[in-house]
């Protein structure tokens, strides 16, 4: 309020705070719209591609309105395997997601509930993984996958991300936050620790598990580069490397059948976080609230 | 009597020996259950990390077969006389340097804008967040048919303005900025997100508390919130500071291997990758790339993170 002259009465100095608290809102209202149409747009834009008449695709001019030719979409999904890309990525996005949450889980309960030697250190360790840059392994994890006999495998593309390092934290912090009293409580009653995870301390974690797997799930399936290096074949490519085989062959030329393959091959992972976006959204919050 | 004495020394004896057994299963049971996770991260994380910098002391190729002849320091002596190599390190600084400003101010900015009493917020929050969600491959797709020098949506809207037309991905001086477009768009809603839960953990009776001093809005942002919120602030920095010195599968997706026109969006990233998968493979060259990388990434984290444990509380 020091703009303000100090010769304005005391209503004029209110009606002048009510206008710019108004003006400021309308501002604030106009920058988040258009925020959210500049990220919303091209994906409304793709699909809008997706359903154009060849001749439209074509133009010049933008097209805002589709046409509804949905034989882009028959014609683009018999080009490529599909299915088998779609079967591919089902499996090994299963299959890390189930890996990754028991791994985290456990890692995630023993740092949590209980005292060992070594375990600020080994703590640490995890912490510090933030810090190396995947892409600066990627090399040696190649020559590691190939040591093993795994390139062009399911398990080269499950087992290296068979661990969620922010799904580690996530539990942590949840059993960390959990009363000790419990344990001492359950343990009375004669239960093993591997019980009480199991009857006890897992099933309330629940929505933490669920903020994991959720997490796991979508970056399994959105994976990119690795799941690139480490298949060759169509057997075991998942849906984004065919997608990406797709875009720099025969969809090269053809951007409504491009559209329409970049539109079908994201809408199981947009479909899932749409149910599940609040949990989504809540977990990175926690996440990164709490380290 | 003596029997009975003796039984219960045993007993005692047996109990703590027991206990004792207990208290070290226990404490194996805790490895027990951090085993899975490690043996995961040996070998796909911990390994890999101490292999390269062995490898970079090879001329490796994952084509040649039997040993991998010793070389001593040769890679990193390339390196330093390669021009390749320092325009690498030129893209990179400059992607960071223009990158990660950009985004921590935009995403300040939003989340400000989104903190309180927008209607909707959660439809709007979501809006933003999507396409830090949606996968790569398919939104690189689609940017680049956006970018299209002849039928892209960019030309298109210029062209109903009557502007002249850009090649955004084709012309070297606006390769990068492109990228970083298309980079900013895709993660921006994470950070927005992470910065809403920082400004809903400041306890509004603060502000409030400033308002009744006779605060303005922008004094409050300055000196209450601004202040309050610099742990988060330096949460995002390194993270977005992080994710752009490594930045390159969008730079691969969108302008190839190379990086674009006259190498112009080929980053360090970029760069060990065409090195250590092309057709030649220089694998203990890339291998030497990646401890550059992998240290340029390490100091600056660890230096921001120094900055945040001295800034973590400035007001208590």
Known sequence: ?291 | MKQDVAMDMISSREKTHSRKWSIRFSTGQAYLYLLPAFVVLGIFSYAPSIFVFYMSLFNWSFLSQGAQPFVGLTNYDYLWHSVAFWQALRVTLLYVVVSVPLHLVLALFLALCLMSGIRAKAFWRLAIFAPFITPLVATTAIWSLMFDNYHGLLNGMLHLFHLRSIDWLGDPHWTLFSIIIYTTWKSLGFSVVIFLSGLGNISPSLSEAARIDGANAWQILRYVTWPLLMPITLVVLLLSTIDAFKMFQPAFLLTGPAGGPGNVARTLGLYLFSEGFSNNPHDGRGAAISVLLFLLVFTISVAQLGLTQRRANPLY
């Not at chain 1, 719209?33 to 500049?38: E, G, K």
């Not at chain 1, 133009?59 to 805002?64: N, S």
């Not at chain 1, 309330?204 to 298949?231: C, D, E, H, K, M």
Request: some cysteine.
């Open chain 1, 1 to 291: 309020m020091s703009v303000l002259p100090q010769s304005l009465s005391e209503t004029g100095r209110r009606r002048f705070r009510w206008r710019s608290k108004h003006t400021q809102l309308v501002f604030r209202y106009i920058f988040v719209v258009f925020a959210a149409l500049l990220a919303i747009f091209p994906l409304y834009w793709v699909v809008v591609l997706s359903l154009l008449s060849d001749h439209n695709a074509a133009d010049v001019v933008p097209h805002f309105l589709p046409d509804w030719q949905w034989s882009n979409y028959a014609r683009v999904w018999q080009l490529v395997p599909w299915l088998q890309y779609f079967l591919n990525s089902i499996f090994v996005t299963c299959c890390t997601v189930v890996l990754a949450v028991v791994t985290s889980l456990l890692a995630g309960y023993a740092f949590g509930t209980m005292k060992f030697p070594g375990r600020q250190v080994l703590f640490l360790l995890v912490l510090g993984l933030i810090m190396i840059p995947g892409e600066a392994t990627l090399i040696p994890s190649y020559l590691i996958t190939s040591l093993l006999g795994w390139i062009d495998t399911y398990q080269a593309q499950i087992i290296p991300f068979a661990v969620s390092i922010s799904g580690m934290f996530l539990l942590r912090q949840f059993f960390l936050s959990l009363p000790p009293s419990l344990w001492e409580a359950a343990q009375l009653d004669g239960c093993t620790r591997l019980e009480f995870l199991w009857l006890v301390a897992a099933p309330l974690a629940r929505p933490a598990l669920a903020v994991v797997a959720l997490q796991v799930f979508i970056g399994s399936w959105n994976a990119f580069l690795w799941p690139y290096l480490v298949t060759s074949s169509d057997a075991f490519r998942p849906v984004e490397v065919g997608l990406q085989a797709f875009v720099s062959g025969e969809g090269g030329n053809d951007p409504s059948g491009l559209a329409a393959a970049a539109t079908f091959t994201t809408l199981p992972v947009l479909v899932i976080f749409l149910i599940a976006q609040r949990q989504f959204i809540e977990g990175i919050s926690a996440g990164a609230s709490k380290d």
